[in-house]
């Protein structure tokens, strides 16, 4: 990546890496940086062999501490959805910086010339981002500021996907950062139509799932059957439905409505068979996003009662599992 690029996160815009920044947020925190994270471009049956010899890019996340001094403080990494950095991202930043929790935001698109691939999802690996997740863990992990055992991973759709799978031990043995782990897991709406060989093998730090009723992008039967396959396993994993709750509820900029050009694959289950190769279960033949299984124009849209209710439940989790204050 150029070490002069423009990027947009959270009301600040900079031209440089270490250039001039303007907030133009409202956001109060005590100290915004911006870090870069190195990562590579992974097909998605690269990275399920675990082949590092990728496309090398240099993606960027936002660190935002909420108090100056010396302290180690907690932090959770978000991951955005397929439409990039929302408002949705920027809302649960100052919740939990207001929370006292550091946010660390990666941006997976930007470096990678890629706005959206909310109407094209072969843009990017869907896998792509649980790589880009690790990388920002080593980042985070050896900032002076940053409690290196109390980081927790949060992201959205896409991201919630990246999310949910980074807890699997076999990615994070191939592509995890060398002491460091995640402190727990909270995917919001992610799509659980692939069962991948040992998924069932997950971190036994705490899952926390959390989705809508009314979801008809990523419908939540799917993630239902995996929470029940996890918790026959003896994991600590729970899923939280929100009733009437459309895809991607916690967006306050989205009215509900449909996407007629996004893409959903709703009505496909997917499995790793065999390894490394993801095929339609239905036709046994690889995957793609030209399967008839594929359809666009879901609905999504916010819901103020889900997003206060999950809220909640997000910091009640999180006082519990980080041992806040």
């Not at 991202?89 to 929370?99: C, G, P």
Request: charged fraction near 20%; include cysteine.
């Amino acid at each position: 990546m150029s070490t002069r690029f423009r990027l947009a996160i959270f009301g600040i815009t900079c031209l440089g890496f270490i250039g001039l920044c303007a907030p133009i947020s409202s956001a109060q925190v005590a100290r915004t940086e911006l870090h870069a994270i190195p990562t590579l471009t992974l097909s998605d049956h690269q990275f399920l062999i675990g082949d590092k010899n990728g496309t090398p890019v240099t993606i960027a996340g936002a660190l935002r501490v909420p108090r100056l001094g010396t302290d180690r403080l907690p932090a959770v990494i978000l991951v955005h959805g397929s439409g990039g950095i929302g408002g949705n991202v920027d809302r649960w930043s100052q919740e939990l910086n207001s929370f006292g929790l550091a946010t660390f935001v990666t941006d997976s698109f930007t470096a990678r010339g890629i706005q959206s691939t909310v109407a094209n999802q072969a843009l990017l690996g869907r896998l792509n981002m649980i790589l880009d997740s690790y990388r920002a863990l080593g980042v985070l992990a050896a900032h002076p500021r940053i409690d290196p055992k109390k980081i927790v991973l949060m992201g959205f759709s896409r991201g919630g996907q990246a999310t949910l799978y980074a807890s699997l031990k076999r990615f994070e043995q191939m592509y995890g950062p060398e002491g460091a782990t995640f402190a727990a897991y909270a995917p919001f709406y992610a799509p659980c139509f692939t069962t991948y060989i040992g998924d069932e093998d997950v971190s036994d730090k705490p899952i926390r799932l959390f989705h809508g009723t009314a979801d008809n992008y990523v419908p939540v039967a799917p993630c239902r059957a995996y929470v029940e396959r996890l918790r026959k396993a003896g994991k600590d994993v729970m899923l939280t439905e929100y009733p009437d709750a459309n895809h991607a509820f916690d967006n306050p900029l989205l009215k509900v409505g449909p996407a007629p050009q996004a893409q959903t694959t709703r009505r496909c289950t997917m499995t790793e068979e065999p390894a490394g190769t993801i095929i339609n279960a239905v036709t046994k033949q690889p995957f793609t996003m030209e399967d008839p299984c594929v359809e666009r124009g879901p609905n999504l849209g916010y819901n103020a009662a889900a997003t206060a209710a999950a809220t909640q439940a997000v910091k009640e989790f999180l006082q519990v599992t980080l041992k806040l204050n």
